[in-house]
């Protein structure tokens, strides 16, 4: 009898969050086979399923899980890990739009699991003031230089950024 289990980040669902416009991202979904045969799984995405697809492309995705041999202790078993991924190129939504689909796991034609999948799809749109001077870092060696340079969303999801300044 198959002893399977199905992990996600957040226990439940493959959330990705929120998106802006013309992006992609994947998040993985790990399957555990606990028992000790061969467990041979297709996983499919669901109508509608634009926006979300495997690693290939494709919105089904066959695979067979060994089981496990030997000793084992509960909850361990053998893992298999599936990036789910998400394209919101060719998008334009004038409000935040929560997309979903199931992400169906099967054991032949028996339904074993759904796993809900969403994403919300938005702008994030980064503004900066417009300055007649460049922001300039000069400092000596040792020295430290602070400077402000104002940054705004203008979208109507939120906008994460991430700075860094590289050695020249």
């Known amino acids: ?14 959330d990705f969050g929120s998106l802006p416009e013309e992006c992609s991202t994947s998040l993985p979904l790990v399957l555990v086979n606990c028992g000790t ?6 996983l499919e995405i669901r109508q509608p399923n634009d926006l979300f697809s495997f690693a290939d492309g494709s919105k089904l995705s066959n695979f067979t899980i060994p089981g496990v041999v030997g000793q084992q202790a509960d909850g361990e078993g053998v893992a298999k ?6 394209k919101t190129a060719g998008l334009s939504v004038v409000q935040p739009r929560v ?26 749109k980064l503004r900066t003031k417009k300055s007649a001077e ?20 203008c979208g109507n999801i939120s906008l994460a950024l991430e700075a860094c300044m590289e050695d020249l």
């Open 99 to 124: 997309f979903q689909t199931e992400l169906l796991v099967k054991l032949g034609d028996t339904l074993l699991g759904i796993v809900d999948t969403m994403v919300k799809v938005g702008t994030a």
């Open 1 to 14: 009898e198959p002893n399977l289990q199905v992990l996600t980040d957040n226990g439940s669902r493959i």
């Open 37 to 42: 045969c061969s467990v041979p799984l297709s």
């Open 134 to 153: 460049p922001v300039l870092f000069n400092c000596l060696p040792g020295e430290t230089v602070t400077r402000t340079v104002q940054l705004r969303n």
């Open 81 to 86: 890990e599936i990036n789910l991924f998400v």
